[in-house]
């Protein structure tokens, strides 16, 4: 028999630790719901569960739970329940005039991830502790590989020249540039000179009349033999 703590909720010490059948109606009572509640929670908070796992033993410890079966409970305990569950990863929309035991039933219908939003992290930490490796204060947002090899080489050109691993870096990446246009032209059928026409308008003019004319050499009159 599990040890019945102290409360500030009425419960049943005989039937604390123990499953409840929730389809024996006489069975749903407050202080068996009550110890119900208090029990699982305790399993939950020593097993240290969060986000995934939390969500999971809820919609597991209360399947088919109901609205009316939620409502049975002390109000308050409900509200526990709430906040232990969202300030432990559990996403729970929360909307004015919304009843706890509403807001828990709808937990049970939900997807087990979640994608937390900027706004909902900061509406969860702004009422107490947001215990989930959703929180970029408590749990920093780990590098994806491809971030981790760019810190790593720029690491490795610190450590080269410690003096200018910025000026490195841009003189890379300007080389690289210059490879990749230099491997296009190449490839591009374009006639010769048709860079330097498209470039320089008027190239062929300038570059033609800048060029001495040529001339054929004239021919010699035949000399006479001589004697």
């Given at each position: 028999?599990?040890?019945?703590?102290?409360?500030?909720?009425?419960?049943?010490?005989?039937?604390?630790?123990?499953?409840?059948?929730?389809?024996?109606?006489?069975?749903?009572?407050?202080?068996?719901?009550?110890?119900?509640?208090?029990?699982?929670?305790?399993?939950?908070?020593?097993?240290?569960?969060?986000?995934?796992?939390?969500?999971?033993?809820?919609?597991?410890?209360?399947?088919?739970?109901?609205?009316?079966?939620?409502?049975?409970?002390?109000?308050?305990?409900?509200?526990?329940?709430?906040?232990?569950?969202?300030?432990?990863?559990?996403?729970i929309e929360c909307k004015p005039g919304i009843k706890y035991a509403k807001q828990?039933?709808?937990?049970?219908?939900?997807?087990?991830?979640?994608?937390?939003?900027?706004?909902?992290?900061?509406?969860?930490?702004?009422?107490?502790?947001?215990?989930?490796?959703?929180?970029?204060?408590?749990?920093?947002?780990?590098?994806?590989?491809?971030?981790?090899?760019?810190?790593?080489?720029?690491?490795?050109?610190?450590?080269?020249?410690?003096?200018?691993?910025?000026?490195?870096?841009?003189?890379?990446?300007?080389?690289?540039?210059?490879?990749?246009?230099?491997?296009?032209?190449?490839?591009?059928?374009?006639?010769?000179?048709?860079?330097?026409?498209?470039?320089?308008?008027?190239?062929?003019?300038?570059?033609?009349?800048?060029?001495?004319?040529?001339?054929?050499?004239p021919q010699t009159p035949d000399r006479k033999p001589t004697n």
């Open positions: 028999m599990a040890n019945v703590p102290n409360s500030n909720y009425v419960l049943n010490p005989a039937l604390y630790g123990k499953d409840i059948d929730i389809n024996n109606s006489e069975i749903l009572t407050k202080p068996n719901i009550n110890g119900y509640i208090i029990w699982v929670m305790k399993i939950w908070k020593d097993s240290e569960y969060r986000n995934e796992a939390l969500i999971e033993a809820f919609q597991e410890d209360f399947a088919e739970w109901t609205t009316e079966i939620f409502d049975v409970a002390d109000k308050l305990l409900l509200r526990d329940l709430r906040d232990h569950l969202r300030k432990n990863g559990v996403f828990l039933e709808n937990i049970l219908k939900q997807d087990v991830n979640h994608n937390w939003t900027e706004q909902e992290i900061e509406y969860v930490s702004n009422r107490g502790i947001f215990n989930s490796r959703f929180n970029p204060k408590m749990y920093p947002r780990q590098n994806s590989p491809e971030e981790i090899i760019g810190i790593q080489e720029s690491q490795c050109i610190g450590e080269i020249h410690p003096q200018a691993p910025e000026k490195l870096i841009k003189e890379r990446e300007f080389i690289s540039h210059f490879v990749k246009k230099e491997n296009q032209k190449n490839f591009d059928p374009v006639p010769e000179n048709s860079y330097c026409e498209s470039r320089r308008p008027g190239w062929r003019l300038s570059n033609q009349s800048s060029q001495k004319p040529k001339f054929e050499n």
